[in-house]
């Protein structure tokens, strides 16, 4: 087999066929979720909660199909970590999350169902403060922005039509930043219901084809290095428990609180959690399992092309035209939530007070985030590790310890400590990772200096938080 080539070379009729008619239903049902907005309207003027959260009516079908579709946007990055490290990737982007998926089904759903908010900022800023909310938007909104997968449209773009990465993060942006903002959280939502049954298929079929043609565990094992078949890998338990940690981000994730303040009741919200961690489970073996038939049998291809490669040249003409369309499907149902979300942040939680029409507010805010994606996806030289490490770290660092005791201790928390924790563990991850140090602590990742800071801030300041922070937080 090749291990590079540009898809539309190997498309049968059949394929395109396929693939149009995926596109289509999708639009489709985007088109529909508006239209059905429209006809139980009596004005046809869209209202923020219509807009921003579909009224508060997500039913535990559309929660599980867009809580599900909303997590794999990065499956290059995925297929990489994979190729390179083996079932590494199962343990540090599956199982790690499952807990923390648990925890937020059995422990916080309820809590944040009790609180009438629109965004988790807005959420923040009734548990805390005003100050915290502003403070937990800047960090949303860093966090939220799709780097990684405005640059998985350019990678899937370059692939199978040949246009430069570059060219492919600008044209699939644009692309999609227009449907996102012509019919907000409602054709997000609809076009996550179709592209759910899409991508949930596209890996199966190549899981059931690859054992058709190549077998089993055994040619795995005999065609990979030993090491793929650890759990961490190669890497160190450090790096390996750091991600651990950054799972714990879920339990903080905007798109999770998006879904939770749009269904319909706290029932859909547990319900709809601990469905979805079975289906995440099932297609991250289908996608760990279809990486590495990719690196056994293209073991010199580039780490993060080989799955979608190995695939367009094993399925047959139709279910390969089926299997592009899933690949896109899983990219543009994260991007045009993530799209969606920090806009949200930008309009909502930085610039509501500026302007009244919150809902032409975020349309254009769509396209600000859509540019600053791509910036920062050159930034960090197309790198998904990094981009998931470096922003992933800094929001679950500084948000995750202050937001859980407001959970655990209601009312215990200050709007200034929260502030004053919130940044001194960005300040302190940022100076570790500039100044020198000795080569014991180089191994030690600034994610755990800035959990240690936050957490000291909160035990040592808690009681006289107001005396000694209100001096350095109002200057």
């Known amino acids: 087999m090749l291990s590079e080539l540009k898809t539309v070379s190997y498309f049968h009729w059949a394929d395109w066929l396929v693939f149009a008619g995926v596109l289509g239903v999708t639009f489709a049902a985007a088109l529909y979720g508006n239209f059905r907005l429209k006809k139980n309207k009596q004005t046809t003027e869209m209202t923020p909660l219509d807009y921003l959260l579909m009224g508060r009516q997500l039913t535990l079908p559309l929660f599980v199909a867009t809580l599900v579709a909303t997590w794999y946007g990065g499956i290059f990055g995925v297929n990489e970590i994979t190729f390179n490290y083996g079932i590494y990737n199962f343990v540090t982007q599956g199982v790690f999350w499952y807990a923390a998926y648990l925890i937020f089904a059995f422990f916080i759903a309820e809590k944040v169902s009790r609180f009438n908010s629109m965004t988790l900022p807005d959420l923040t800023g009734q548990m805390f403060g005003p100050k915290s909310a502003k403070v937990a938007a800047a960090f949303t909104f860093f966090y939220i922005t799709p780097v990684a997968y405005v640059l998985s449209l350019g990678m899937f773009l370059h692939m199978v039509f040949g246009v430069s990465v570059l060219n492919g993060m600008i044209y699939g942006t644009l692309f999609t930043c227009l449907y996102t903002a012509w019919g907000g959280f409602r054709s997000v939502v609809f076009s996550d219901l179709v592209q759910f049954f899409v991508m949930c298929g596209a890996v199966l079929l190549v899981v059931l084809f690859s054992v058709h043609a190549f077998g089993g565990l055994a040619f795995l094992k005999a065609n990979l290095p030993a090491s793929h078949f650890t759990v961490t890998g190669g890497n160190s338990w450090a790096n390996t428990l750091i991600w651990g940690f950054i799972a714990l981000s879920a ?14 009741s706290p029932a859909v919200v547990k319900k709809g959690v601990l469905i979805s961690t079975f289906v995440w489970f099932c297609f991250d073996l289908c996608t760990t399992a279809g990486s ?45 939530s993530f799209l969606f979300i920090s806009s949200n942040t930008l309009s909502f939680d930085f610039l ?11 349309r254009i805010s769509i396209f600000i985030v859509g540019a600053l994606a791509i910036v920062l996806a050159r930034l960090f030289n197309g790198s998904f590790k990094e981009i998931w490490l470096v922003l992933g770290s800094y929001f679950s660092a500084c948000l995750l310890v202050p937001i859980l005791a407001g959970y655990i201790w209601p009312g215990r928390i200050s709007d200034k400590l929260f502030v004053g924790s919130s940044l001194a563990s960005a300040a302190v991850m940022t100076a570790w990772r500039f100044i020198p140090k000795h080569e014991v602590l180089e191994a030690l990742d600034p994610f755990y200096v800035g959990v240690a800071a936050s957490l000291i801030i909160l035990i040592l300041f808690r009681k006289k938080q107001d005396a000694i922070l209100s001096r350095i937080i109002d200057r």
């Open 251 to 264: 339990l903080i994730d905007p798109s999770f609180y998006q879904r939770c303040f749009a269904a319909k």
């Open 292 to 336: 590495l038939y990719a690196r056994a049998v293209l073991p010199h291809a580039e780490p993060g092309q080989a799955y979608f490669f190995y695939s367009v040249q094993l399925l047959p003409a139709g279910l390969r035209g089926f299997f592009v369309a899933g690949i896109l499907a899983i990219i543009l149902s994260t991007l045009n």
């Open 352 to 362: 509501r007070k500026r302007f009244s029409n919150v809902v032409l507010s975020n």
